[in-house]
């Protein structure tokens, strides 16, 4: 049984986000103790298991996330590393399709390595500014969006991109707002640069302080940010201290994002640690 750690979002190793990927074999899943012991195991912000489905007309995998604490609805940059992870052992080319609790989630390979991936566009609901967020975030926010159920966040629009990268939030206050945790954006300070809009994601309520890169928080910024932009295609930074780009392209009630991937640990689980053992 294999294991691989793949930096999503990123060209080049040791950038991006880290994510473990697991594919199975069999006709079902584990239990879920030990989905959650060996993402605990493996201590990234999440870890993918990847099911066949050779029977299935709607798709071609099942695909878990699940955090070192929680199982999640939605995880962009670990499905990136999934797709990578079968585009690179050539065990699917083109298009791959992954039944998921948010629906079913496809991905599509391109020849220059990138993969681009279909997801549901988040519903953004505006809300009052909440008492106590400006004292957790350490900065007073311009505006304040819900971003649905399967996202779980709350999109929280800062001064400018400077404010975005020194943002030192209290984590134990900030547990308190959404149900995954906080996004912080604001638009890119240089308006001819290689992005368009910066953020940072803090989602101490699954026991992340801070995400690397966030496919799924880009599905909420996409419509965000093309509503203030007026263009439908645009590309975020996160600015974590790893870095990684998202390009999105907002088509309706789906966000198309795409990104690069590079594997930068292969190996196995022992016998031991195999499920059932």
């Not at 994510?19 to 239990?31: C, M, N, Q």
């Not at 599509?108 to 519903?123: E, K, L, N, V, Y």
């Not at 996004?183 to 309520?205: H, K, L, M, S, V």
Request: with cysteine.
């Amino acid at each position: 049984m294999q294991i691989h750690i793949v930096n999503a979002f990123t060209d080049h190793p040791f950038g991006g986000n880290p994510a473990g990927v697991v594919p199975l074999d069999g006709s079902s899943y584990p239990e879920q103790s030990w989905l959650q012991q060996v993402a605990a195991q493996v201590n990234l912000s999440e870890t993918a298991f990847a099911l066949p489905l050779p029977d299935s007309d709607e798709a071609d995998w099942a695909l878990r996330w699940l955090t070192p604490a929680t199982e999640v609805d939605m995880c962009g940059h670990a499905t990136l590393a999934t797709a990578h992870v079968l585009h690179s052992a050539g065990i699917a080319t083109g298009t791959v399709r992954f039944a998921t609790r948010s629906g079913v989630l496809t991905t599509t390979a391109s020849d220059d390595g990138s993969i681009g991936m279909d997801f549901p566009t988040a519903p953004l609901t505006a809300v009052p500014v909440p008492e106590g967020l400006a004292a957790a975030l350490g900065t007073e926010p311009v505006s304040t969006y819900e971003t649905g159920p399967h996202v779980g966040d709350l999109l929280v629009e800062v001064a400018n991109e400077r404010t975005v990268r020194e943002l030192s939030p209290d984590l134990a206050a900030l547990v308190r707002f959404g149900d995954r945790g906080v996004i912080a954006t604001a638009r890119a300070e240089n308006p001819d640069g290689d992005y368009d809009f910066a953020t940072r994601c803090f989602f101490p309520g699954v026991g992340i302080a801070e995400d690397p890169v966030t496919g799924s928080a880009h599905t909420a910024l996409a419509p965000f940010w093309s509503a203030r932009l007026g263009r439908d295609e645009l590309t975020g930074l996160q600015g974590s201290t790893r870095t990684g780009l998202v390009r999105t392209a907002l088509r309706g009630d789906r966000t198309l994002l795409t990104g690069s991937a590079v594997t930068v640990i292969k190996g196995e689980l022992t016998e031991a640690a195999r499920p059932g053992r």
